[in-house]
């Protein structure tokens, strides 16, 4: 029997579907593969508002069916997309009513990762959306892309709730990879970007302390404003990799705040099982107003649903969640120092003795101690693991000329204890 190859095998395997971006959807005869989930239902049709900026002949239409909440559909392309430098996306929409998001979610062979689009601005006109990925954790692994119009509303299967999307397109990022932050955060590093994104009417600025005084004398720290009529403002920041609760529990924070007795509800997220109940979060209370005040986030407590894991990346920001803002001072919080209780539980991407060179690196990347190295292992910004050895020695060289582009993750473990660097493979 004659043996398939892999390239064959793909080859095979990719007939009948969509080779790659971008998508137009004006092939004859390529088939976009859907799955249809929760109520969504998505038709290639001919296109029935050709204007503006989209005279394409064919286009997607999604109907969002009667009390579907979450509905959407994905298709399924022929090969994973690379994110290695092309991380903008940009989508064609139309929809019957203004103000409605596009949720856009890669899916497929590993973790996924997906961004809410701006507000659409305008009824019945076709206009462009972008997703900036520059900032976010990606992976060259995954095959599916995800549509979801409205995410988390109703809807009612009428022209109200039917959307169309065509030109689905991929284009270069607006810069290098990013240098993500780790715990702890001080706010004070120039090379390091702190991407936070807003969400709920909440308003995030990374600024000058306004009041550098009693335990916070320090430069920069992070404003907030509560916009008028918000409820449920806040801001998530991306971190460079999974936080590891497995030795410490305990996060402090220093805040300042107009009013006393307002709460700060911090939330980590960002793992695949999130939508399944894997984000936790706690409160605590702000008992000064118009000072500086270290809080203590205890995440130790037995009725904490579900309990702390070690796979978020993302870390949200609350302040006096469930009450309505006014955009005013009344409504503006800074906080800064955001870290484990103590230094006994050293974050999962603490430094030390440990020199990692050549970084960026193209072929190898060397790794030197002052102990033997029990254990090395290489994680991408995900948390999966890459590669693991033991050299059992004060040195170790691991060839990296086939890994894909982007920040790693590299985990040494000496005298039974982890130190944790990063570098970059070009």
């Known amino acids: 029997?004659?043996?398939?190859?892999?390239?064959?095998?793909?080859?095979i395997f990719s007939l009948g579907f969509a080779q790659n971006l971008p998508l137009d959807f004006e092939s004859t005869t390529t088939t976009y593969p859907i799955t249809n989930f929760d109520g969504g239902v998505a038709t290639k049709i001919i296109n029935p508002q050709i204007s503006g900026i989209n005279t394409s002949a064919t286009?997607?239409?999604?109907?969002?069916?009667?009390?579907?909440?979450?509905?959407?559909?994905?298709i399924t392309l022929a090969a994973p997309i690379d994110f290695s430098t092309n991380r903008i996306f940009k989508v064609k929409v139309f929809s019957p009513v203004a103000g409605i998001k596009?949720?856009?979610?890669?899916?497929?062979?590993?973790?996924?990762?997906?961004?809410?689009?701006?507000?659409?601005?305008?009824?019945?006109v076709w206009e462009e959306l972008t997703f900036d990925f520059s900032a976010e954790a990606?992976?060259?692994?995954?095959?599916?892309?995800?549509?979801?119009?409205?995410?988390?509303?109703q809807g009612d299967g009428s022209p109200n709730s039917t959307y169309l999307f065509d030109d689905v397109t991929q284009s270069s990022g607006t810069g290098p990879i990013l240098d993500l932050p780790v715990l702890p955060l001080d706010f004070e590093s120039t090379t390091v970007t702190y991407p936070f994104a807003d969400f709920g009417g909440g308003a995030t600025t990374l600024m000058t302390n306004p009041d550098p005084t009693g335990i916070n004398t320090s430069s920069k720290v992070v404003r907030m404003v509560k916009n008028p009529g918000e409820t449920y403002a806040g801001s998530v920041i991306q971190m460079a990799g999974p936080i590891d609760f497995s030795t410490n529990k305990i996060i402090k924070v220093k805040v300042w705040s107009p009013v006393a007795g307002k709460k700060l509800l911090l939330k980590f997220e960002g793992s695949p099982t999130d939508f399944d109940g894997g984000a936790f979060e706690t409160d605590a209370i702000i008992t000064k107003a118009n000072e500086w005040e270290e809080i203590t986030l205890d995440y130790n407590s037995p009725t904490l649903f579900p309990p702390v894991n070690n796979n978020d990346n993302k870390i949200v920001f609350f302040f006096d969640f469930g009450t309505q803002?006014?955009?005013s001072p009344n409504s503006t919080y800074y906080f800064d120092d955001v870290k484990f209780s103590t230094p006994l539980s050293v974050p999962f991407y603490s430094i030390s003795k440990v020199t990692v060179y050549s970084?960026?690196?193209?072929?190898?990347?060397?790794?030197?101690?002052?102990?033997e190295i029990q254990k090395i292992t290489i994680y991408d910004l995900l948390g999966k693991e890459i590669i693991m050895k033991r050299p059992q020695s004060n040195s170790a060289t691991i060839q990296t000329s086939g890994f894909q582009k982007g920040v790693y993750i590299l985990k040494t473990t000496i005298d039974g204890k982890d130190s944790t660097s990063k570098f970059i493979k070009e």
């Not at 286009?59 to 994905?74: E, P, Y």
Request: no cysteine.
């Open 1 to 11: 029997m004659k043996k398939i190859t892999l390239l064959t095998f793909l080859m």
């Open 59 to 74: 286009v997607m239409q999604l109907v969002k069916g009667a009390g579907a909440v979450w509905a959407g559909s994905k």
């Open 102 to 124: 596009l949720l856009l979610k890669f899916e497929g062979a590993s973790s996924f990762f997906q961004k809410l689009s701006s507000p659409i601005t305008t009824a019945n």
């Open 138 to 153: 990606v992976n060259n692994l995954n095959n599916q892309i995800v549509f979801m119009f409205d995410f988390g509303t």
């Open 325 to 327: 803002g006014d955009g």
């Open 359 to 371: 970084n960026p690196t193209l072929q190898q990347v060397s790794i030197q101690a002052d102990k």
